[in-house]
């Protein structure tokens, strides 16, 4: 199990730059912060691919626990994306203040919730386009459900591409990058949750 030493490894680091193991100069701050967010990073990866292959095989696992979607989820997914977030020079329009009471609760899988929009702002940052912009927001709730929203500025989805974005191993341009599994895998998540 690579995600169990992943945790742990990134455990320890965030103990390390909470001073638990003694004081340290700022570069070694900064590199131990730099690692953190590496080992953040590689934890999703691995979260990606076992939800890919458990999609793939139909064997996904759901078991829900009732989290805040802001804080479960999008802030540490963009936490781990910012180092590619900020070496791309994207703007990231968060208009999740919006939502008066503050808190958006859902009742979901926090791996495979983390791992629908992982996959929906990777895509964004990829293909994003100029200027290097991503919004995000939610609608206020509406009879017990709040749509969730990101968009970007890239040149989007071919016409002819609309109606099969979300099969396994298609992809919406020429240009895309990757397999073609992300939106099947994203698809098959939400409606499991």
Known sequence: DIRGPLVAITATLKLLLRGSYGNMDESVRNTIHDLQMRAIRLA??????????????????????????????????????????QKQG???????????????????????????????????????????????????????????WVRDHGPGVRPEQVAHIFEPFQQGSPRRQGHGVGLSIVQRIVERL
């Open 44 to 85: 999703g990866i691995v979260e990606d691919y076992l939800g890919k292959a458990q999609s793939l095989e139909g064997t996904l696992q759901v078991k829900r626990e009732m989290l805040d979607l802001r804080q479960d989820i999008i802030d540490p997914v963009l936490d781990e994306l910012a180092n590619e977030i």
């Open 90 to 148: 994207i703007l990231i329009d968060n208009r999740l203040g919006a939502i008066p009471a503050g808190v958006i609760p859902v009742n979901a899988n926090k791996m495979w919730l983390k791992t629908v929009f992982r996959n929906l702002f990777t895509n964004a940052i990829k293909y994003g386009g100029q200027p290097p912009r991503v919004e995000l927001g939610a609608d206020p709730p509406a009879e017990g459900q709040v749509r969730f």
